[in-house]
């Protein structure tokens, strides 16, 4: 079991940067697969980054890839989104979801436990 609490949205303009937080807590959190995913007005869930149990493996989407990355830090069972060079189109929920799964996977079907969301709201 793994329970996930994001954090660090909020309401930022074009070009400036957020860095989104997910404390979880349970046994099995260092042996998860970590993603973020986002959902937009009216949209279904997005894989947008994820990272392997060990950290060793990231991948992203190719609309965030060069300006976001995602890290973890096992001895806090933290999961960190580093946003920078934000676009209105970057607006939305904001997830954090983790999978018993060896690799990093962006079906949203795949990741058993997820967070309660934090909204990301970026002006032009």
């Known amino acids: 079991q793994v329970q996930l609490v994001e954090s660090g949205g909020g309401l930022v303009q074009a070009g400036d940067s957020l860095r989104l937080s997910c404390a979880a807590s349970?046994?099995?959190?260092?042996?998860?697969?970590m993603a973020w995913f986002r959902r937009a007005s009216g949209q279904e869930h997005v894989f947008v980054a994820g990272t392997n149990w060990s950290g060793s493996s990231t991948y992203y989407a190719d609309s965030v890839k060069g300006r976001f990355t995602i890290s973890r830090d096992d001895a806090k069972n933290m999961v960190y989104l580093q946003m920078n060079s934000l676009k209105p189109e970057d607006t939305a929920i904001y997830y954090c979801?983790?999978?018993?799964?060896?690799?990093?996977?962006?079906?949203?079907?795949?990741?058993?436990?997820w967070g309660q969301g934090t909204v990301v709201t970026v002006s032009s």
């Open positions: 979801a983790a999978s018993g799964l060896g690799i990093v996977d962006t079906q949203v079907g795949n990741y058993r436990y």
């Open positions: 349970g046994r099995t959190f260092s042996s998860s697969t």
